[in-house]
């Protein structure tokens, strides 16, 4: 990456900030040396941590914002009494044009709700959707909505399937990315109305559409792009992590039921660090608002440091990529709407 890219950081958001954020930061900041840092929240108690980070303390601006949107404040309470926090004043950085991207680790619907209404949506674009990534036993692949929209129409299904294709090739850099719809069945019929509609206009569309998947399709990489309502999506996501923490969990009992299981761990402890750091959940840390007129992610609210790092990756890489300005040309392109009106004639 050789030319600049500003970053607004919501110091003060998630449950170890603002230590957890501004190390984050710093430790990005090895990754991308040409990245610039704009940290929002209370000088006071910002200037005393930035001052021990040298590397840091040479890229970083300190903008200072004393009020905080807390994890408990309803999304409509954050909007009216929050526009102060350090979480709205690092948005407005982005629209304003001051700041690249914005990364925050605080309240997900405040986060959601102010970025709504601060970046607005891409035109053509009904709702912004959270996108992430998952291993895979291919690599990886990206998932949305993972809880933004419970309820959603062929339609939002469609525009979550075009924004996940082209997340999957500026991101994760997949030439030719295959997209499927989250379903109960592979087969034709199977699954509601607005699932059945939407795969009916996506075989129209000039994407790589590979039809209905399953849950277990979603580990095994059977597609680069999932695409689901925010329902199925939150539940799977929450699965997949319940599941990890289960076998590490399992793991753990098992080399310390016995002698002999414990010495077995010592022959067996280089391929369990590899397995440990391969579902190391800071290496997937980062979810996205695609849609949105600018580039918003959000950190796991728990994250340490090095997984704030991850998510400070994510939207570097997009802001590096010109992801929202290839966004908003595939929105623009004629065909879509001929292509879908032939479907549905």
Do not use: W
């Amino acid at each position: 990456m050789s030319t600049s890219v500003i970053i607004a950081l919501d110091a003060m958001g998630g449950d170890n900030a603002p230590r957890a954020v501004l190390r984050g930061a710093n430790i990005a900041r090895k990754r991308f040396p040409n990245v610039q840092f704009l940290l929002f929240g209370p000088e006071g108690t910002l200037a005393p941590l930035l001052k021990r980070m040298a590397r840091l303390r040479k890229a970083a601006t300190i903008v200072d914002t004393p009020d905080v949107v807390g994890d408990q404040d309803k999304p409509s309470a954050a909007l009216r009494a929050g526009r102060n926090s350090s979480m709205r004043k690092a948005i407005e950085a982005v629209r304003e044009g001051k700041a690249h991207g914005v990364v925050s680790a605080g309240n997900t619907g405040a986060l959601m709700a102010m970025a709504k209404v601060v970046l607005r949506t891409l035109p053509g674009i009904d709702r912004p959707a959270m996108a992430s990534f998952f291993p895979t036993l291919r690599g990886e692949s990206v998932m949305l909505d993972l809880g933004a929209n419970i309820d959603c129409t062929e339609d939002n299904l469609v525009q979550f399937a075009v924004m996940g294709e082209m997340f999957a090739r500026t991101v994760l850099g997949s030439l030719q990315p295959t997209v499927g719809l989250l379903n109960v069945g592979s087969e034709e019929m199977k699954g509601h109305e607005e699932l059945r509609a939407a795969a009916a206009i996506l075989r129209g569309y000039p994407i790589n559409f590979h039809g209905f998947v399953e849950g277990n399709d979603i580990a095994a990489g059977t597609v680069d792009v999932i695409v689901a309502d925010g329902f199925s999506g939150n539940v799977a996501l929450k699965s997949a992590e319940g599941t990890a923490r289960l076998v590490s969990e399992f793991l753990r009992q098992t080399f310390k039921s016995s002698v002999l299981a414990g010495v077995g761990y010592l022959f067996a402890r280089p391929a369990l660090q590899k397995l440990r750091a391969r579902l190391d959940p800071r290496r997937y840390n980062g979810a996205v608002f695609v849609g949105l007129n600018g580039i918003a992610v959000k950190s796991h609210g728990g994250s340490d440091a090095l997984g704030f790092a991850t998510a400070i990756g994510v939207a570097v890489d997009m802001a590096a990529n010109g992801f929202i300005e290839r966004m908003a040309a595939e929105f623009k392109h004629p065909a879509a709407p001929q292509q879908r009106a032939a479907v549905a004639g």
